[in-house]
T-cell receptor, first 114, second 115 residues
Framework: KQEVTQIPAALSVPEGENLVLNCSFT??????LQWFRQDPGKGLTSLLL?????REQTSGRLNASLDKSSGRSTLYIAASQPGDSATYLC?????????????FGRGTSLIVHP | NAGVTQTPKFQVLKTGQSMTLQCAQD?????MSWYRQDPGMGLRLIHY???????DQGEVPNGYNVSRSTTEDFPLRLLSAAPSQTSVYFC??????????????FGDGTRLSIL
């Protein structure tokens, strides 16, 4: 069974810290990987999408990397702010099966305190 | 630019009742899917569709039915509601597999409570 795991499940950091969220997946044959943000009681907002041929994507203070061979992706958040507090979800589109429907990790709940 | 629209946003049902959660997208996306999100469980796939007239089961399909008569709409039906179906339901869409390089879009969710 293809699985996506996110570590840590929860993280609390002071404002201003640089931090890394981890996502691992069990099958290196992937189409792409997408990072989402979810605020409490809200839907999912797409942050970054990395194609299988890419190594990283950047948007503002966010940088996502992809290492297919090791089955890992990281989301780097620079100079964290209280507004970054949310749950961050990783979703992987695996090649096998043919459906290309993403498989989600359980998320990392981030709190950035002033 | 409505994107993915889910209705209703909130619903309370009694055990045994049936209802339909609506999902519509205006981006001409071929792929649509339903997820449920429970505390500590992440998002789990219920059913999905790769195009009009084509549906398939996901990880947790029991107790739910779907149909896809048009590209735009993908309703999720609860046949006989059970307390275990209390959850937040999300609908998502994305382009055809040939355009699967594009990101997946989500609705705002339907919060469903079964008493």
């Amino acid at each position: 069974k293809q699985e996506v795991t996110q570590i840590p499940a929860a993280l609390s950091v002071p404002e201003g810290e640089n931090l890394v969220l981890n996502c691992s997946f069990t099958d290196s044959a992937i189409y792409n990987l997408q990072w989402f943000r979810q605020d409490p009681g809200k839907g999912l907002t797409s942050l970054l999408l990395i194609q299988s041929s890419q190594r990283e994507q950047t948007s503002g203070r966010l940088n996502a990397s992809l290492d297919k061979s090791s089955g890992r992706s990281t989301l780097y958040i620079a100079a964290s702010q209280p507004g970054d507090s949310a749950t961050y979800l990783c979703a992987v589109r695996f090649l096998s099966g043919g459906s290309y429907i993403p498989t989600f990790g359980r998320g990392t709940s981030l709190i950035v305190h002033p | 630019n409505a994107g993915v629209t889910q209705t209703p946003k909130f619903q309370v049902l009694k055990t045994g009742q049936s209802m339909t959660l609506q999902c519509a997208q205006d981006m001409n996306h071929e792929y649509m899917s339903w997820y449920r999100q429970d505390p500590g469980m992440g998002l789990r796939l219920i059913h999905y569709s790769v195009g009009a007239g084509i549906t398939d089961q996901g990880e947790v399909p029991n107790g739910y039915n779907v149909s896809r008569s048009t590209t735009e709409d993908f309703p999720l039906r609860l046949l006989s509601a059970a307390p275990s179906q209390t959850s937040v339901y999300f609908c998502a869409s994305s382009p055809h597999v040939g355009q699967a390089r594009q990101p997946q879009h989500f609705g705002d969710g339907t919060r469903l409570s079964i008493l």
